[in-house]
């Protein structure tokens, strides 16, 4: 192939990447809730807000699934929302979360965050995780012989705590962001996660 050859080859190759396609947001419904699913370079985040509120958080189920060739660490601390009027809210920590929900969450609140989660998680047949929320809560119910704290340890095996995943691995958990106990209002959830940046849009989000 002469110069004027591979000029056209790596013209034709910068045109294809320069006007691909982005990946775009897929909606769907599943198990009475509505998700919205992104994928970049084979790394998928999904989410779906949960219709149950607890203490001061309002909570999004989260599951994550690695589809690239090298490991990757997911957190809660990755997640933000940008509300419309300006105002991002960072999501809690796990440890924050578990603290808060062993020690102040009433029965009532711990019932209906785990049925609605459950419901959730198990009801979507689009996603099946590796490693996530059932695996820790068998681990800390095994931990607790108090028919009292084992409401509140299910509780707290929901939410999502820092995971390594390596290829083929997924996983799930609840993301809780700060909220006064109100639902989400109208704006962006921003996930930074396997080097790049996942947006769903104000629009896909909704106000309530």
Known sequence: MGLWGRRAA???VALATFIAPRAQVIDFESGGLHYRTLTRNGFTVMFAELPSHVRDYAVMQVAVSNGSAIA???KPEDFSFHRADGLTVQAAPA????????AKASRS???HLVTAYESAIYGN???????GYEQRRRSALAE???AKLKAAAAASAIALVSTRLFPGDSTDGAVFFPSNGKPFPAGKLVVHA???IFEFDADAMGAK
């Open 10 to 12: 790596l013209a034709t």
């Open 72 to 74: 990757w660490t997911v």
């Open 95 to 102: 440890v924050e979360v578990v603290d808060s929900l062993m």
């Open 109 to 111: 609140d711990v019932i």
């Open 125 to 131: 047949t689009q996603f099946k995780s590796t490693t």
């Open 144 to 146: 607790v012989s108090s």
């Open 194 to 196: 396997a080097g790049e």
